[in-house]
């Protein structure tokens, strides 16, 4: 049984106070927040077994080893993986994006292309332009619609036999929108290209299945999924990880050294050089287990309930404009009217009220409204419909003093 109040119990941020008011925090797409058990994850680590991994004959390093490969195996779970050792885990998902980047920098030729959406943050669009500009690859770029979907004719349109990649947010991070990944997936293998997949707006909200899916690569981030920061993951499938390069040279990732040659170890540490986020790796399979315990049913139902008050209520403002109005998450990015967003985050800053404007990081799509950003509410389950009105009222009260 989903029960809000049990649920806002297990999250002791948030208690806290900003200006003196009840906080409410809105700016989930940002960073999620965390969890006892994840936080007393994190202090067992260090209080009990703080050790290196996968090197130690010891007890304690045996038994972080043993924590870390159960978190992988938590996560492969929870994604569907076919093997434990298709998770590479990463600092996040814009270090996943570059390793898979990087590696097709050794494959790529001068001609062939990439497609990605108008839709993607920078980490889904600055590697691959940086791919481009090493390989002589072109990039080709999916269309957007008024209402924040993709011109999914124009996508058929772009894909041809010198299509060798395509990469597109599983959730627009900007706009919420839920992307027809199945489908863009799908139309790509007829062709013979690869799909990368940036879950990392989706994850907090969907649990993928990547063999469902039947998508080459996914990617996400552990702080948006009531992890810690600093930790994620790459999915790959085994036979095209198995074909990239290594992304770093180091430690961890050999078989055997000489100053002659090298040999790199097996999946998943040819990816994982150096030591990792051990802690970090724990507390993220801890926060897959919290996340399932709660449940992706309940949670979407919170969600959807979340959304469509608050976009209900929202649109009663007059000047007030939502941007993104197709199939989406619990997210609303919105402006008033002549008025600057920054301002109304400054004065819902001074009400409590946590939620992000700007960009967002995904400057194309702000370009594409000619907007220099927006203000961004990011829902998720801990949430409340009281939290809504506080949100709505700070809203309002914005634009009483900003007009
Ligand atoms: N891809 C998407 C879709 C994202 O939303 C983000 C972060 C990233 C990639 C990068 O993730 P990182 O964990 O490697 O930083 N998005 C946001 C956001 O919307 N507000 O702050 C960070």
Redesign the pocket.
């Known amino acids: 049984m989903f029960d809000i109040n049990k649920i806002r119990t297990d999250f002791p941020i948030l208690n806290r106070k900003v200006h003196g008011k009840p906080l409410v925090y809105l700016?989930n797409?940002?960073?999620s927040q965390t969890p006892q058990v994840v936080i007393d994850a994190i202090v067992d680590y260090y209080t009990g077994y703080n050790a290196n991994i996968h090197r130690g004959v010891h007890t304690l390093s045996q038994e972080a080893t043993d924590k870390y490969e159960e978190a992988r195996i938590k996560i492969q779970k929870h994604f569907n993986a076919k093997q434990s050792y298709e998770i590479i885990l990463t600092?996040?998902?814009?270090?996943?994006?570059n390793i898979v980047a990087s590696g097709f920098g050794a494959i790529l030729k001068e001609g062939d292309e990439i497609i990605v959406s108008a839709l993607?943050?920078?980490?889904?669009i600055v590697p691959w332009q940086m791919l481009c500009e090493k390989t002589g690859a072109v990039l080709k770029v999916i269309p957007m619609n008024e209402d924040g979907s993709l011109q999914m004719g124009m996508y058929h349109e772009l894909l041809n036999n010198k299509t060798k990649l395509v990469f597109c947010?599983?959730?627009?991070?900007?706009l919420g929108v839920i992307n027809p990944v199945e489908e863009i997936i799908h139309a790509a293998h007829k062709f013979g290209a690869y799909v990368l997949i940036?879950?990392?707006?989706a994850c907090p909200h969907i649990k993928p299945d990547v063999q469902e899916l039947d998508v080459d690569f996914y990617?996400a981030?552990a702080?948006?999924m009531c992890g810690p920061?600093g930790v994620?993951m790459l999915y790959g499938k085994e036979e095209l990880l198995n074909m990239l390069p290594p992304y770093q040279g180091g430690g961890e990732m050999i078989e055997t050294v000489t100053f002659e040659k090298t040999t790199y170890a097996g999946l998943p540490h040819k990816f994982e050089a150096g030591t990792p986020n051990i802690c970090g790796g724990i507390a993220f399979g801890v926060a897959v287990d919290y996340m399932n315990e709660v449940g992706f049913d309940a949670i979407a139902t919170q969600e959807d309930k979340l959304l469509a008050y608050a976009t209900n209520e929202l649109e009663k403002i007059e000047g007030l404009k939502i941007y993104g109005t197709s199939r989406k998450t619990s997210v609303i990015s919105f402006n008033l009217e002549g008025i600057h967003p920054y301002d109304i985050g400054a004065i819902l800053d001074k009400l409590g009220i946590a939620v992000?404007t700007g960009h967002?990081?995904?400057q194309p799509i702000m370009d594409f409204f000619c907007i220099p950003g927006t203000v961004?509410a990011?829902f998720t389950f801990y949430n409340t419909l009281e939290e809504v009105d506080a949100l709505v009222a700070a809203v309002k009260k914005a634009k009483m003093m900003l007009s």
Do not use: F, L
């Open positions: 700016d797409g940002a960073t600092s996040g998902t814009t270090h996943s994006i993607e943050h920078h980490s889904n947010n599983h959730v627009s991070n900007a940036d879950g990392a707006q990617v981030s702080h948006k920061t994620g992000r967002h990081c995904a961004r990011s």
